[in-house]
């Protein structure tokens, strides 16, 4: 059955990013329309467009839902309304259902996490996936799970393990979204005027380094040189240096080479 749309106009739309193979987002009987518009402005954060809609308690289009969207009108517009779950899956080929509690099936249980790497690999050879979220005050039906190839439970504490419809969408966009994300946890910009030294200059460093602290006498004693050695060379390898930072600490070393704290001032 062909969906529904609503009617409702936008303003100039404005660029959205619409991640490639995103799951269907199937809300079956949810009961308030602003928890729709809350589930669709937690899809359009990880740019997931494909809203459906299974028997909606307060009708559909709705003009509540649209308030607490916070602009994820798009979303909402292209919202597809069905009379039945099984009408709702009917074109997909993956369907995971989500759930705070095991059921009496003998079905998969995913991660989120997992799930979403599922999702992106079942994408990538040409199957159209989908995820069951239940009505806010019991979740969904065993003949909605029934119809679900897998089962996903997000890891919660298990004496309060209660989300929101938004909250459960979020939590599920979220990990699809991530598992695209190739991005170092942590990224060092790198200003334009300089470079990652080499390590040509980081070795001519820890030598410059090293003939002062022979010269001092702080590595005086033999046995324990080479570790100490190892060890400032690992302190500098992890502070990812550039080139303009191993010139300076260079100069730095220099200047305390040649102007020692005892001098005399002249």
């Not at 095991?102 to 979403?116: G, L, N």
């Amino acid at each position: 059955m062909a969906g529904t749309k609503s009617s409702r106009r936008l303003p100039k739309s404005q660029a959205r990013e619409k991640a490639a193979g995103g799951p269907a987002i199937i809300l079956v009987r949810p009961q308030l329309a602003e928890n729709i518009g809350m589930a669709a402005r937690s899809m359009l954060n990880f740019g997931l467009l494909d809203l459906r809609l299974v028997a909606p308690r307060e009708g559909w289009p709705n003009e509540k839902a649209f308030p607490p969207s916070s602009g994820a009108d798009e979303v909402l517009n292209s919202a597809r309304v069905y009379p039945t779950t099984a009408k709702a899956v009917a074109d997909l080929q993956f369907v995971y259902a989500t759930s705070a509690r095991v059921r009496d099936m003998v079905k998969t249980v995913a991660t989120p996490e997992t799930a979403a790497r599922d999702i992106r690999t079942q994408a990538n050879t040409g199957k159209k996936c989908g995820i069951l979220f239940g009505r806010e005050s019991k979740g969904l039906d065993n003949d909605d799970v029934a119809l679900a190839d897998a089962l996903l439970m997000a890891p919660l504490n298990p004496a309060f393990s209660s989300l929101n419809l938004a909250q459960a969408v979020l939590l599920v966009g979220y990990e699809w979204y991530r598992s695209a994300d190739n991005t170092p946890d942590k990224t060092l910009p790198i200003p334009k005027d300089t470079r990652p030294a080499n390590k040509e200059e980081l070795v001519q460093l820890f030598e410059h380094l090293e003939r002062e602290l022979d010269a001092c006498g702080f590595l005086r004693v033999k046995e324990k040189r080479p570790i100490m050695v190892r060890n400032l060379r690992n302190i500098f390898q992890r502070a990812q240096l550039t080139e303009q930072e191993v010139r300076t600490l260079r100069g730095v070393i220099k200047s305390l080479a040649e102007f020692p704290r005892n001098r005399k001032k002249e």
